[in-house]
């Protein structure tokens, strides 16, 4: 009788492909620079690989190529170049309706709104992060916010004045910081140079700055200084530089910014209403000492160094900071001190087990791997 072939008595265990939760990040035009756009980016890549999601990106009112370059395998998705306008940048928040994801973020006032109101009862969380300080909003958009921002998961704000604002009529909301990466080794010398950077417009206070360095005696000690950044006060700042009898240099916006905070020895932050200052935090952690006014943003990060802070509009104040850091020689000690606060505070690594763990607190936590469909 011929012997037959044994058989496996056990099927083959069926395969699984891993599915990770799906998440999308609504930017509004990831071509116009900006410190959201990089912190869009930032976050894309915190919960691509800290925290194992999914991670779609849209620029939900532009086709035009993403200023900042995104981490490999982050899908991004434009708007289309035919579809311009409000009503076709509603229709794309709707269509979102129909894919499943599991968490929406947005990041400006505006288009929080419209977000929330656009996914609403679609079963997919809506995290609202306000980058703006809530007080430059208009009256309108203050109206709405009270109104639909209790309709969203949560919302996330920068630094403790926003902080008090919105828990007045809203019952969960956080305070979640930038992430702010690790800067490329800082030169052991650095240059008898000032900097500001920024966008070239009134509220940033370019004009306390030249009028801070008028007040010194640094340009008579060999200090040098440098404007970074585009915008339409460029010409009236160049005027004042020269009213002021100052040699300022104006460089226009670049991508290769840490080489300006590789070669700086200080940063001023003239800003009159600033919510976080990505641009204090970068030169901090790439090794420039601040010295900045006292809004809310630079507040908070600036807390344990009160010493740097000047009250917002007080330049001679600002000017006595820049002069007093100047005299010290050796800012190495205080250098240090800086960079291992931020660091501490603010690190992708800490910034991404804040949103673990607020993601997790909701009524459906986010796993970081979930198994889904099975391959046939």
């Known amino acids: 009788m011929p012997r037959t072939a044994p058989t496996n008595a056990y099927p083959a265990a069926p395969r699984y492909e891993v599915v990770r939760p799906a998440v999308v990040f609504v930017g509004a035009d990831l071509s116009t620079g900006g410190g959201v756009n990089k912190v869009i980016r930032d976050l894309s890549a915190i919960f691509s690989s800290q925290l194992g999601l999914d991670v779609t990106v849209l620029s939900a009112r532009s086709a035009a190529r993403p200023t900042y370059e995104f981490p490999t395998g982050t899908k991004i ?26 968490y929406a973020f947005g990041f400006w006032s505006q288009d929080n709104i419209l977000l929330a109101l656009a996914l609403l009862g679609s079963g997919t969380k809506v995290v609202l992060c306000e980058h703006a300080p809530h007080e430059l909003a208009s009256w309108g958009v203050r109206v709405l916010r009270r109104l639909i921002y209790p309709l969203a998961e949560l919302v996330t704000v920068l630094n403790t004045n926003d902080l008090a604002y919105y828990r007045k009529f809203l019952k969960r909301v956080a305070l979640v910081p930038n992430p702010v990466p690790a800067a490329p080794p800082a030169r052991p010398l650095r240059e008898k140079l000032i900097i500001a950077i920024g966008h070239l417009v009134p509220l940033k206070g370019f004009e306390d700055f030249l009028r801070a360095v008028r007040t010194t005696q640094l340009p008579a000690h060999g200090w040098r200084f440098a404007i970074i950044g585009d915008g339409p006060e460029l010409e ?3 005027c004042l530089a020269r009213a002021l009898g100052l040699n300022v240099e104006f460089v226009p916006q670049t991508c290769s910014i840490h080489e300006w905070y590789s070669r700086a020895t200080m940063i001023a932050i003239t800003s009159r209403v ?23 943003g630079p507040a908070d990060l600036l807390e344990s160094f009160p010493e740097l802070l000047a009250p917002a509009g007080d330049y001679r104040r600002l000017g006595e900071i820049l002069t007093n850091l100047a005299e010290a020689g050796d800012l190495s000690d205080r250098r240090a001190s800086l960079r291992k606060s931020f660091e501490t505070r603010f690190s992708p690594d800490t910034v991404g087990e804040q949103w673990r763990a607020l993601l997790r607190g909701g009524s459906r936590p986010v796993a970081p791997v979930q198994c889904g469909k099975q391959i046939t």
Request: net charge positive.
């Open 77 to 102: 998705e434009f708007a289309s170049k035919e579809a311009k306008g409000l009503l076709a940048y509603i229709r794309m928040l709707l269509s979102m309706r129909h894919r499943r994801f599991q």
């Open 236 to 238: 009236r700042l160049r």
């Open 274 to 296: 600033e919510s976080f200052s990505l641009v204090l935090a970068e030169a901090v952690a790439a090794g420039v000492v601040p010295a900045a006014y006292a809004t809310s």
